[in-house]
């Protein structure tokens, strides 16, 4: 299974962008993104290194809460196993 993660914009140059998401930096590709206006501060979805989509704050917010929910149950199961 492959997902996405939402990330916060903190610099963009050019079709570059260096992003931030729970204290973890990325370096991030815009190429796919390059019909929408992204400016500092923007979310995005990354998947393999690129900004798939433009996110509101709502989704990347509900996104996390789905992450961290699933990171829950898989460390239960670990301490169960």
Known sequence: MCLGVPMRIIEIDGFAARCEAKGIERQVNLFLLQHEALATGDL????????????????????????DEMLELEAKASDHA
């Open 44 to 67: 995005v979805m990354v998947h393999v290194g690129n900004a798939i989509a433009k996110m509101s704050e709502e989704q990347a917010r509900d996104a996390w809460e789905i992450y």
